[in-house]
């Protein structure tokens, strides 16, 4: 079988995937801090909790 | 020398965290305070918190060591972790959580269960089932970090875990969430330094990436057998490659990896991160943190356990006898004295940190969810803080006495804790922020259900938990013994919550806390 970086495919699929799924965070955190408003203003309900 | 570097250490560790547990007491004014830090936590607070309750000492020493076995393809953890544990818990679930429980005044999982559904018997339970097994996982924390540093420092295990349960329970009684939080900032710091170095130092050892792991695939089982490894696991191949599909080990890795890959997203104790975010864009900001958090802890550490075992022939060192042991081994053997102490105090914080969680969890589980809530009327915000206060001294007296006088079942329960919490409130949890004709009586059908399959599937069937409980496994078919709960409880406790809410529909009181759920979603 063929070796990537002296792992078999599957186990550098896995590899690979982790450090891509990290980068998507990264890239979402950029995303997130440069190109979206901060518009969000929630506060605590108002209406009667119910009994 | 080892004993001097001990106590300037721990002396160092217990004052920081004693200030930080002093200034989250004058911070703590309220009850939101204590539970949630205000619902006033940052981005990198959050993400460090959340990694450092998540990775605990376990995953960090056990888990590297069970890729000194294993292999790399355990790396498919350290994928869902990040993929499942970061992306999917924050986006799909950390949002939600977080508004929901705003709008619903919640601030524990089984209070954001008790008011979606108003039973305050449904908290008072779930509150009584995460305590309990709690409990457990705390106290199997505990053994694992003081035996540790019985080993290295020679100090007696009592008085390692009478220090470390001293050092946790002090500030974290005190100073409530925000002392937890805060040293978290502090522990995830240690623990991504001393990760860092270990990673770096063994790569480097072996010569880069890619010679490290092509001599690491190049071993043979003979040369494994030859360092002292008991036995070759059942279809194993070799350190870089999958095992056989279907073999022994390839069971074993995926009841690992989907057990706690998948069971991470109904974790109590990480649910509470999402509640204590000041807004959602602190909890969007967070999700990179936690991503490289994460990747520098269990991908790291999956990466360097196997090559563990290409060192140990390079310097001929013999197999420690289990898999917990193989990295402690290399580090005191083959890093400066300095980094092993920094080493143990980054594994120390990894402790400490999951030990806060829980034990912050746990105290707000029996005096918040089951003590105030399902006994209690009108409690004020101050004695709802000393009930809470005193249920934690509570459960961390119980796990000092569980911790000095351990019984054989506590590994045991702690093997199973994340599978239980994910097939136990998964499915209500999931379907209540997603799904608003979810019934009262469906989340009772799938907690219950999946509560009971669990453990009626580890009593009998599972291969690591049967054998030790009754003595054998009611099955020889190693297919299902080694199965992981999670393929079918979680599924089932789905089914169930779904089926049951579709023929018993909520009442008139359910539908206004339904709507007040949603109410800024």
């Known amino acids: 079988m063929s070796m990537i970086i002296g792992m078999d495919p599957w186990v550098f699929v896995a590899w690979i995937g982790t450090i891509i799924v990290a980068i998507i965070c990264v890239l979402y955190g950029i995303y997130i801090e440069f190109f979206t408003k901060d518009d969000e203003k929630i506060t605590p309900s108002k209406k009667k909790e119910v009994k | ?521």
């Open chain 2, 1 to 521: 020398m080892d004993i001097i570097f001990f106590i300037i250490f721990m002396t160092l560790f217990a004052a920081v965290f004693s200030f930080l547990g002093y200034l989250g007491y004058k911070k703590t004014k309220t009850a939101e305070d204590y539970y949630v830090a205000g619902r006033k936590m940052g981005p990198i607070v959050i993400a460090f918190s959340y990694g450092a309750t998540f990775i605990s000492a376990v995953a960090l020493i056990g888990f590297s060591g069970m890729a000194s076995i294993y292999g790399h393809s355990l790396l498919w953890l350290a994928f869902l972790n990040i993929f499942v544990g970061i992306l999917i818990a924050f986006v799909f679930y950390g949002f939600r959580t977080r508004k929901m429980g705003l709008s619903l005044k919640a601030v524990t999982l089984p209070e954001l269960l008790g008011n979606r559904f108003n039973s305050k018997k449904l908290q008072a339970t779930s509150g009584s089932i995460i305590a309990v097994f709690m409990i457990f996982y705390t106290t199997a924390v505990f053994l694992a970090i003081a035996s540790l540093f019985e080993i290295t420092f020679g100090i007696p295990y009592w008085v390692c875990v009478v220090i470390f349960t001293i050092v946790v329970g002090v500030y974290l009684i005190v100073g409530g969430l925000y002392a937890v939080m805060w040293t978290h900032a502090i522990q995830g710091v240690l623990m991504l330094v001393g990760m860092l170095i270990l990673a770096i130092g063994i790569y480097g050892m072996l010569g880069g990436i890619g010679p490290a792991h092509e001599a690491a695939g190049a071993l043979t089982h003979e040369q494994l057998k030859g360092i002292g490894w008991a036995a070759v696991p059942a279809g194993f191949t070799t350190l870089t490659s999958m095992p056989e599909t279907f073999s022994p080990a390839f069971m074993f890795l995926l009841t690992l990896i989907f057990g706690v890959g998948i069971g991470v997203l109904a974790q109590p104790q990480l649910v509470i991160r999402y509640l204590s975010a000041k807004d959602e864009k602190s909890l969007r900001r967070a999700i990179p943190y936690g991503g490289i958090f994460i990747l520098l802890m269990t991908f790291l550490a999956f990466s360097v356990g196997p090559l563990c075992n290409v060192l140990m022939i390079n310097n001929g060192l013999t197999y420690p006898g289990t898999p917990d042991k193989v990295v402690p081994l290399i580090v005191n053997e083959l890093f400066p004295s300095w980094f092993v102490i920094l080493f143990l105090f980054a594994v120390l914080s990894a402790a400490m940190s999951t030990a806060s969680a829980l034990f912050h969890t746990a105290g707000t589980s029996i005096g918040r969810d089951v003590c105030e809530k399902g006994f209690m009327k009108n409690c004020t915000e101050k004695k709802s803080i000393l009930i809470t206060r005193t249920a934690t001294l509570g459960i961390v007296i119980a796990t000092l006495l569980l911790s000095l006088y351990p019984p054989d079942v506590v590994a045991v329960l702690t093997s199973f804790f994340f599978g239980l919490m994910a097939c136990t409130f998964l499915a209500p949890y999931t379907l209540m922020l997603y799904w608003k004709k979810i019934s009262r009586a469906g989340a009772w059908a799938g907690m219950l259900g999946g509560f009971i399959f669990t453990m009626l599937w580890y009593i009998l069937v599972y291969f690591k938990t049967a054998p030790q409980l009754i003595g054998n496994t009611i099955t020889n078919n190693y297919m299902i013994n080694m199965l992981d709960p999670i393929f079918i409880g979680l599924p089932l406790s789905f089914i169930l919550t779904f089926v049951i809410s579709k023929l018993i529909k909520q009442d008139n009181s359910e539908i206004e806390t339904m709507k007040l759920a949603f109410e800024n979603i």
